[in-house]
């Protein structure tokens, strides 16, 4: 999975190294925490799994950043739990402790540094659960699902797995407008459905699973031994190019959030809408071949997409 979940976190995210700097300033990496704390090691997991995400999340308020930090960590941990899988009654088991510790706080699962920190942020946000408990259910489904049948189904998907976090968010951000609720959902829905284009191949090879709907399938005639065999036919860039117009159009919708949250956050969202929505750019201009590569944005180009990402952040076009 490919980000906060909002986005589900890659099987592999491209590295970077250094500090990023905007008009003179640097965005230092993390100072490592000579105490080995809990905030640490979540740090490291977002650095190490997302750095689109980690690069976005340094733009936040400390305090804010070690919270979001805490909630990827759930995030990354429930998705390996179904994405590593080999017994999968055993990782049902197990995302049933998580449900249960949400639900009634009984026994914390295993990390236990996990639920303490979330916890943490669940008690001192005020949070609804039902986001967390939402994206166990669509985790779930990836247990059983190999191929998704209709478009509606890989909606529903797309708000468990992606949407429910940007909802997750929300109250770690502070005092947002009462549109930024529908502007998260757009925008949690818009990066799953990228990390989707992006990851048909690698989904396939290592996972088996075919997230593009069958009815699309069948209706741009692109077939399953197609994809296997890495043909890019006419049927399949016209698919791509109608599935790539939705998420632009989800990503229009999303942007709102920007401005909806607390001036001390729309830069770090402004960039991860920045950064993310340019993987559709990358996917286009590599001629839709996402059955043999897998697209990425480049550091360089990270660089020059905060620019626009800090005019988002002040309402400017």
Request: aromatic share 6%.
């Amino acid at each position: 999975m490919d980000s906060l979940r909002a986005v589900r976190p890659a099987a592999v995210e491209e590295r970077t190294q250094g500090s990023l700097r905007v008009s003179g300033s640097s965005i230092p990496r993390e100072s490592t925490d000579k105490s080995g704390s809990l905030s640490e090691r979540a740090r490291r997991a977002i650095r190490h799994h997302s750095k689109s995400f980690y690069m976005a999340s340094t733009l936040l308020p400390r305090g804010k950043r070690g919270d979001v930090w805490a909630i990827y960590a759930f995030c990354r941990h429930v998705d390996n739990v179904v994405d590593d899988a080999v017994d999968h009654e055993l990782a049902r088991q197990e995302l049933g402790e998580w449900r249960r510790w949400l639900q009634s706080g009984g026994p914390p699962p295993e990390p236990v540094w996990i639920p303490q920190l979330l916890g943490d942020v669940l008690s001192h946000t005020g949070s609804d659960r039902q986001p967390y408990l939402d994206l166990i259910a669509g985790l779930e489904s990836d247990l059983g699902m190999r191929r998704v049948g209709t478009r509606d189904e890989l909606d529903l998907y797309c708000y468990r797995v992606a949407s429910t976090v940007g909802l997750m968010l929300l109250p770690v951000f502070g005092d947002c407008q009462p549109e930024a609720r529908d502007g998260a959902i757009a925008l949690g829905h818009a990066m799953q459905l990228t990390n989707i284009l992006r990851d048909v191949g690698e989904d396939l090879r290592l996972l088996n699973r075919i997230y593009l709907p069958a009815d699309q399938l069948a209706a741009f005639g692109v077939t399953e031994d197609m994809l296997r065999a890495g043909v890019i036919a006419e049927g399949f860039v016209s698919l791509m190019e109608s599935e790539i117009a939705r998420a632009r159009d989800l990503y229009g919708r999303g942007k709102l959030t920007v401005l909806r949250t607390p001036p001390d956050c729309r830069l770090a969202v402004a960039t991860a809408y920045r950064v993310y929505s340019a993987i559709l750019d990358e996917i286009e201009r590599a001629g839709y071949d996402v059955l043999s590569r897998r697209a990425y944005v480049s550091r360089r180009r990270k660089l020059q997409l905060l620019y626009h990402a800090w005019r988002d952040a002040r309402g400017r076009e």
